[in-house]
Nanobody, 128 residues
């Protein structure tokens, strides 16, 4: 089972940018599709972005589409989330997650239940 640790969250002004990182343990990182999710207080966890095992496929949720880019470096066992033009409504805890069965579906999955391992989350706060 892969273990995940997010970093890079913090306080940023509206219009600013942040780059989140998620470091994975283990030698099988490249066999997992990876996703970023977020959860604001009182709201359900929602899909932000996902990337396939080799990085050739990406998918984005509607909430940040056009303002976010997901990437991965399998040599460093790390997945990244570059977020630009941040808005106060982007304030949330951001989680990375690993999906070991994505290859069976041939696509990056968006549902929370598809992911097998989760990080502890990193807080992103956007001030107006």
């Amino acid at each position: 089972q892969v273990q995940l640790v997010e970093s890079g969250g913090g306080l940023v002004q509206a219009g600013g940018s942040l780059r989140l990182s998620c470091a994975a343990s283990g030698r099988t990182f490249s066999s997992y599709a990876m996703g970023w999710f977020r959860q604001a207080p009182g709201k359900e966890r929602e899909f932000v972005a996902g990337i396939s095992e080799g990085g050739g496929r990406t998918d984005y949720g509607d909430s940040l589409k056009g303002r976010v880019t997901i990437s991965r470096d399998n040599t460093k066992n790390t997945v990244y989330l570059q977020m630009n033009s941040l808005k106060p409504e982007d304030t949330a805890v951001y989680y990375c997650a690993a999906d070991r069965n994505s290859f069976l579906f041939g696509s990056v999955r968006q549902n929370v239940g598809a992911y097998d391992a989760w990080g502890q989350g990193t807080q992103v706060t956007v001030s107006s």
